[in-house]
């Protein structure tokens, strides 16, 4: 039996249909890549913002609608908006780190004024414009080993990423990892999630076995809070959930880059109704402070 499985084709996808390649393998089964342009990719110059929902995934997962491919693999970060109902998640992998990392020679306190940080992200760069006035955030696009080469050639002075992909691209850069409460990751940042047809059954079965619970448990429960407050790389917003035992713990912040809150939760229960929780709280407190209506 051989899996097809649809995904960018840019080197980190590579790398993460690999790792679920690698569990199915060790079920006796093979696979093999379908790659994908998604409109993140033809429009490389074009801010993310600019280009909508869903430029990450949705060509990917067309293809598994259109039978092109049994599953599509995607850093579950992607897929926050609500993606075709024709689809579920069926596996998650153990999470990697989820934090974000600053790729530069000083830490973040002591960077100097106008010193030039690169991020596509809205909700990174209102976090450092809160906790670093001083200093310039510049738009970057581009797969993370392109933006490496940017930084590397010396168009920026830094760069905030996700170090859950410099640890899966095995990447080695003096970078510093970054505080969740100064900068609250995206949510379902360090995921590779697994989406296949609702009407699969057997593939759905096979996918149950290399699937981790507590991540999942973790990744409902962020999706719950964004589902409140909105989310992704055209937001604001972070969130994440920790579980240990059978807590889970929880972490959201909103900056507009003037004012930054963060709220937290830690209880036991089911995690959509915890993370929706944590929204509403956060939500509360976004709207007493003013700085939405």
Do not use: W
């Not at 259109?66 to 024709?86: P, R, T, W, Y």
């Not at 510049?138 to 830094?158: C, F, H, P």
């Not at 760069?159 to 379902?188: C, G, H, M, Q, W």
């Amino acid at each position: 039996m051989k899996i097809r499985i649809a995904a960018r084709g840019s080197k980190l996808s590579k790398i993460q249909v690999d790792m679920v390649g690698e569990k199915l393998r060790k079920l006796g089964i093979d696979y093999e890549l379908v790659e994908i342009k998604t409109k993140a990719d033809l429009f490389l110059n074009e801010p993310l913002a600019k280009l909508g929902k869903g430029v990450f995934e949705k060509e990917v997962n067309e293809a598994v609608l259109m039978g092109k491919a049994d599953i599509a693999v995607h850093s579950m970060k992607d897929i926050l908006s609500e993606f075709n109902q024709e689809l579920e998640i069926f596996a998650v992998l153990e999470r990697d780190p989820p934090n974000d990392i600053l790729i530069t020679e000083k830490p973040l306190h002591k960077l100097e004024p106008n010193t030039v940080i690169g991020t596509s992200s809205i909700r990174r760069k209102n976090f450092l414009t809160y906790i670093k006035p001083n200093v310039s955030v510049k738009d970057i696009r581009g797969n993370v080993d392109t933006r490496i080469r940017k930084y590397l050639a010396g168009e920026y002075s830094g760069l905030i990423l996700a170090e859950a992909s410099i640890k899966r691209l095995k990447l080695d850069l003096k970078y510093y990892r970054l505080n969740v409460y100064d900068f609250t990751p995206e949510a379902n940042q360090g995921i590779v999630v697994v989406l296949g047809r609702k009407n699969d059954e057997r593939i759905k079965k096979i996918l149950k076995d290399i699937s981790d619970q507590n991540t999942l448990d973790e990744a409902l429960a962020e999706r719950a809070t964004i589902s409140i407050i909105g989310g992704g790389c055209h937001s604001p917003v972070g969130v994440l959930f920790k579980k240990e035992g059978k807590e889970l713990y929880g972490i959201a912040s909103y900056s507009d880059g003037r004012k930054k809150i963060t709220v937290t939760i830690s209880k036991t229960g089911d995690p959509n109704n915890l993370g929706t929780e944590l929204g509403l709280l956060l939500r509360k407190e976004i709207k007493n402070e003013g700085i939405i209506s």
